[in-house]
């Protein structure tokens, strides 16, 4: 009933810069948290921002300083700006979302199919 769809990875080069948008939808009731993750070929999943409901923002020490995590609050949007891309950056990044739908009575956990990034020369 809700779907999450990452858009927005490629290839770039090192020092380059690439937005990620996730684009949640559905019958959405509201959103709480909504996160960014990456994987990486033999790595496990690891946490890379969070933006609360209110727009607070937590992030990897791995890429502070380098990375935004935003939203759209109107469209349910969220976004990953990632500046200063190093080839370690280089996975499968997938957005992630704690939504209560309108036939849930309960939040709980979504998330998009990823979006490949390839960082490298």
């Known amino acids: 009933q809700v779907h999450l769809v990452e858009s927005g990875g490629g290839l770039v080069q090192p020092g380059g810069s690439l937005r990620l948008s996730c684009a949640a939808s559905?019958?959405?009731?509201?959103?709480?948290?909504m996160n960014w993750y990456r994987q990486a070929p033999g790595k496990q999943r690891d946490l890379v921002a969070v933006?609360?409901?209110?727009?607070?923002?937590h992030y990897a020490d791995s890429v502070k300083g380098r990375f935004t995590i935003s939203r759209d609050y109107a469209v349910n949007t969220l976004y990953l700006q990632m500046n200063s891309l190093k080839p370690e950056d280089t996975a499968r990044y997938y957005c992630?979302?704690?939504?209560?739908?309108?036939?849930?009575?309960?939040?709980?956990?979504?998330w998009g199919q990823g979006t490949e990034v390839n960082v490298s020369s």
């Open positions: 992630n979302a704690i939504i209560k739908a309108y036939r849930s009575a309960n939040y709980e956990s979504y």
């Open positions: 559905g019958s959405i009731f509201s959103v709480n948290d």
């Open positions: 933006i609360n409901s209110s727009g607070g923002e």
